[in-house]
């Protein structure tokens, strides 16, 4: 499934965690590397970091190369300074921690992605 589905784009930025969810349920790659900036951070399991959008897409398509299933779970409310929003999402076993900012355009990109700040 192409990226190209995903046009729309986060308007606040809890809604980049449910894009997530349903992005990464439907097995679309192209769709989750769209929710970062192109020089975006992903912390990885054994401490590593993706840096750059070629890099999480690598990621993203390992990731869902098993298609796991990703439930919707409660996000806390963003808390925001500026154009800067910290994000965060429980999940089973641990916690995401994401950092988006506002684009030009008023959307929201994340650009700083722990998914799992309590992991191993």
């Known amino acids: 499934m192409s990226g190209e589905r ?3 784009r986060a308007a606040q930025p809890e809604d ?8 990464a349920n439907a097995g679309d790659v192209e769709g989750l590397v769209a929710l970062y900036e192109s020089d ?10 993706a840096t750059g959008t070629e890099a999480i897409r ?3 398509r390992r990731l869902l190369a098993d298609r796991p299933t990703f439930t919707p779970v409660a996000q806390r409310p963003a808390l925001c300074h500026g154009d800067l929003a910290l994000t965060s999402t429980r999940i089973p076993g641990g916690a995401t921690t994401e950092v988006a900012r506002r684009q030009p355009d ?3 990109l994340w650009i700083i992605d722990q998914p ?5």
Do not use: K, Q
């Open 40 to 49: 975006a951070v992903l912390a990885l399991p054994d401490g590593a970091v």
């Open 58 to 60: 690598e990621v993203y």
């Open 6 to 8: 995903w046009r729309e």
């Open 116 to 120: 799992n700040v309590l992991g191993d």
């Open 106 to 108: 008023g959307t929201w």
């Open 16 to 23: 980049l965690g449910r894009f997530f969810v349903a992005r």
